[in-house]
């Protein structure tokens, strides 16, 4: 029996592991908003932060879904043209942000994209989005950016003790992270990164100046994604 | 009559070492399933956790390196447990795992402080788990050597 009971205990053990395991897999609330059983997509599995950042019309026939990093040069160069199509065709396009950090690369992105999302939960991200990227050059090789970043706030007029508290909180955290899991699921690995209508768009095709106008035509007149 | 007591001692060394690596088993669960199940996880004593854990380093090959941490706690706590009631084998192998352990958990504490410039605290506590268990195997070797000079 004696020569047994290590092999006892260790089964004993990976049962238990298999068990607590388990046991806490169900007993996490879900990730966002319900989901249905038979939904098993990426997509659907992992929805990233919930409500996302959304410029424009939830009926609009094209949705751009741009997973950013606020520190990343072709994000920043991809800006602008994006801001020139939400203008050009209004209420016929909607674009959604996701935040995905790529900290190890850029030192700064993770408070730059803290700093979006602690604005956002005064309401204000967008805004702040839209400073971060239109002075990106500014900021990028500074040793510590958090203090632009505090200004920014300020100028936006954002409560700053709030802000200030937020920065750290479970709920940008939270936003985050949900983001870069929606992020691993759809198998991205870099920035910019745009789904147009739920179909991933090269960078190729986008980052060359009219790129994306022809893109949402495309869309538009149904012969695209 | 001394060799009694240095053997009963040895066999400690390695229970211990075999509870130590169910707390590590423990942590890699808990991350395991908060990265399954899509969840943020929440650094309490540091902020970080999200950095950290939803970097490119916390996926190797598509497996959360957190599930390959639950499989390499559960190899040492097994070892560990076999070691103890005498299988020699088992003590050469948890040597072996631990060193492996050892040099993984020194590259990610150097990623976690010199690349990503955060650290998670349940990434910190596997390490500190690892580190006891090396130095649980080296005193273990080391009382081992001393009991065959003599």
New interface residues.
Partial sequence: M?RF??LI??AV??LV?IT??WA??RS?PP?SSPISSTETSPAV??PGAEPPHVRGEASAPVTIEEFGDFQCPPCGAVYPELKKVEHEYGSRLRVIFREL?L??MH?HA?WAARSAEAAGLQGRFWEMHDKLYENQKAWTDLPDARPVFTSYAKSLGLDMERFARDL?S?AV??R???D??RA?ALGV?STPTLFLNGREVPFETFKLPGGLNELIDAALRGTGP | MMAEPSKARGAWLYGIAAAVA?IG??DA??L???H????????TLI?G???V?????A?VAGVPLAGLG?VAY?TA??LA??A??G?RFAGKLLTVMVGLMLLETLWLLY?QAF????FCQFCLLSALVTFVLTGLVIAQRRRHSLASKT
């Fill in positions: 004696k009971l290590p205990i260790i053990v990976l592991a607590a395991g806490l897999m996490q990730a599995i992992a950090p900290v190890p030192a993770g750290e479970e955290d939270r985050i992270f949900l870069g899991k691993h690995v | 169910l088993l423990g669960i808990y395991t399933v908060e399954v199940t899509g969840q943020s996880v929440r650094c902020s956790c999200s950095e854990l939803s970097s490119s380093y996926v639950c559960f706590f097994s447990t076999l103890a009631f299988y990623v690349v990503i410039r955060h």
